[in-house]
């Protein structure tokens, strides 16, 4: 291999709710979302985690592994520019890139080891479930927190907070769901909240077309309704095999 040819390997996957790239966040910390980092067998040290309960976020960097392989351009369709303009790639935070590369910060709640080997729980994810994790640092303010910083584009596209309204039969699914995913209501309203619509029907404040969103183990409909996410129905996925 060339000094200029790197190989990476994962070091694990995530486990997250998020089964389709459909409805995820655009960034980590927009929903309250939890992540299981499983570290790949042969690295069961424990010795790798010592000392991180001392941070309370951490960066992972990661692989667009469901896109990696369709190619990038120079310049990409912005969301926050309502899905029309572009932005250099460079310039986004596109998946399309030259290396398939993510990176996202996340709040680090704890790390154990069992049979599987060691395990590492966060929050806020914005990762499809089974993201290839290729590094965990952890996030220091005293460096990575920039006080100054702008984000021109943030007046053009703030993330929309719709309202979100959950007919009666799904909160009754919903309190059964709780049972096994007892984050699942919040993670439901805090995902929909920000319509997952694609940009240019975000300005349509009536929408009859059902959107389906899958979920843990769940395939969730929902329609807009004078301005309003309207949840019409909540079962099982049947793509799913959990
Ligand atoms: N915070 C990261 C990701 C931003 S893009 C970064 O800035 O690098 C976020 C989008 O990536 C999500 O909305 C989701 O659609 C997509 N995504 C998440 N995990 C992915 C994966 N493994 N493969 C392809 N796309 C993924």
Known sequence: M???????SPIGHIKTPFKQKFAIPRQPNLAKAKGTIYLREDLNDPDMF??????????LLFVFHQTKDKGWKPAVKAPR???????????????????AIGMSVVKNLSWQQDDSGLLLNVEGVDLLDDTPIVDIKPYVPYADRVADAEDNLASYGAIPQREVLLESHVKELLNIARKKHPDIKQLLIDVLAQDPRPAYRHKHENDDKTYRVALYDYDIGFKVENGS???MDFGPDKRSSV
Do not use: C
């Open 2 to 8: 060339s000094a200029n040819q790197f190989s990476v």
């Open 229 to 231: 996410i309207k949840v």
């Open 81 to 99: 520019l309502g899905g029309n303009q572009t932005m250099g790639v460079f310039a986004s935070r596109s998946t399309h890139r030259p290396n």
């Open 50 to 59: 010592k000392g991180l309960e001392g941070f309370t976020h951490l960066w």
